[in-house]
């Protein structure tokens, strides 16, 4: 294993980075909605931003991982770091660097590496936004420049974080020098971001030199003009909303809108803006969002595409198919026992292939749904979950003798209908893929022990299990390790367990060795756990 080593500015990077003071805070949206849109694009379990500490690499946030840091010198991280451009290590087994390094070797078995250097606005690389897979896998230039892109986002939020500081620290000094100049030259022209001086009446007094690389405009012809005359008419009123609240006494606030730029297209702004209690100036500072949020349209698009896939899949395909199985049947009840024995051979086959082709599009409904159905959530016991589905499946343990042990287990905010789905997937699996002659066992509970704040519930069976080395491979659609004479299945239950859970901002993996039996890892995060534990 080749340990990573340091770059040659690392005094000064370190610095940059703890001037950040964004190390071991709480986890925010804004960064955690880029590793969703990072993971979903590009279809790897685990995305994360990445922040490479004196000794540590500290995730500011994550997606498919529990962990919250790791060692820098078993890093891949450390190592992208030293370069200007993507990091990528397509299949580790095979490099020499990495082949034996605890990452790949251990969980969580990191396959595939790339990793896009974050670096601020000096030039200093703090980190990375990097996608991990545990098969071995290549990017192309289309894909490269998606991550670039991502990243950029990583890297804006990054200068809106230190901007919000900025604001506060400037107005302080600004008060204690009683410099104007020092607000305008050294406060604003200074950053990349887009910064202003206004008034409660809507009138900007001052702007900085990025107007006119983002928007086109410069000072001469913005001072003075109403700030709300180059706002959206749709969000002019939200907009004045939160003016009046800074002039009520408001502190700080947070808000979007969209501004016409001088060509007269409009751009999307995300604002951080405080008041100066002395003098009742409002200073604001804006990222522009437009390219993030075109990613979110896209997305909300490709969701819209699924609910129109299943209104075909509901009534183009299923209509037919029912004709089938219906004058299927009606064929052989009519001619009964005139049928010879290779067509009565020929009938069941046409009748077990439409059963299974409706089972399949059912599923793929289900999937669909998951995937383009957005519903509130709700407090979910699953405690109660767990015991309803056991119902439903009383007459599948009883054939089986099977034995279900049901430990404590945490409620959460959830779409009840989706949990129930979660674990009638889980068990009924765990049912499915039973040993001969070895009546199944079956335990759902609340791990124990656990230093991670997430709450990680556990399904376990001791059926046949799989080699792990499919564990990620078992999640993917219409993907089974065994043929359909051996057990049935469309391939599409656990694919659906995986989207349930990527939905409600969890993850879900699995353990397992042949003959062995299986566990299931259910990571629900912190905010979505109501009680920990119901005993």
Known sequence: MLKPTFPSNEKERLEALWALEVLDTEPEERFDRITRIAQRVFGVPITLVSLVDGDRQWFKSRQGLAATQTPRDISFCGHAILED???????????????????????????????????DAKGHR??????????????????????????????????????????????AETLARKEAE????????????LFCIG??????????RHWRKSLGYDDDSLTDQSFLELVHPAD????????????????????????????????????????????????????????????????????????QFASVASHDLQEPLRKVQTFGGRLRSVLGDQLDETAQDYMDRMLGATTRMQTLIDEL??????????????????????????????????????????????????????????????????LKFRREDVRPRIRVGLREGSDSPSALVTVEDNGIGFDQKYADRIFGVF?????????????????????????????????????????????????????????
């Open 182 to 193: 020092f607000e305008r030259d050294h406060f604003f022209n200074q950053s990349p971001m």
């Open 236 to 307: 002019r009123r939200r907009t004045e909303a939160e003016i009046q609240g800074l002039s009520r006494g408001g502190e700080a606030s947070t808000f979007e809108n969209r501004m016409r730029a001088k060509d007269g297209s409009y751009r999307t702004l995300e604002w951080a803006a405080v008041v100066s209690p002395r003098t009742g100036r409002i200073f604001g500072a804006a990222h522009d969002v437009t390219h993030q949020r075109e990613l979110e349209k896209a997305l909300r698009l490709s969701n819209k595409e699924l609910e």
């Open 199 to 208: 008034d409660f009446e809507g009138q900007i007094r001052h702007v900085n």
């Open 85 to 119: 451009r993507p990091f990528v290590v397509e299949d580790t087994s095979t490099d020499p660097r990495f082949a034996d390094n605890p990452l790949v070797t251990d969980d969580p078995s990191i396959g595939f590496y790339a990793g896009r250097p974050l670096a």
């Open 365 to 430: 409904l289900q999937y669909s749904r998951v995937i383009s159905k957005k519903r509130s959530f709700e407090p979910v016991d699953l405690a109660r979950v767990v015991a309803e589905v056991c119902e439903d499946l009383e007459i599948s343990i009883q054939e089986a003798e099977a034995t279900i042990e049901i430990g404590p287990l945490p409620v959460v905010e959830a779409d009840a209908t989706q949990m129930r789905q979660l674990f009638q997937n889980l068990i009924g699996n765990a």
């Open 126 to 171: 703090l980190g990375t936004l990097c996608l991990i897979d545990r098969q071995p896998r290549q990017l192309d230039e289309n894909e490269l420049a998606i991550l670039d892109d991502l990243a950029k986002m990583v890297e804006s939020e990054l200068q809106l974080m230190n901007t919000r500081r900025l604001l506060l620290k400037v107005e």
């Open 479 to 535: 993907q089974r390790l065994h043929g359909r004479t051996e057990f049935d299945g469309s391939g599409i239950g656990l694919a659906l367990c995986r989207r349930i859970m990527d939905g409600h901002d969890g993850h879900v993996h699995a353990k397992a060795s042949v003959g062995d039996g299986s566990i299931f890892y259910l990571e629900f995060s912190p905010a979505m756990i109501v009680e920990a534990e119901l005993v």
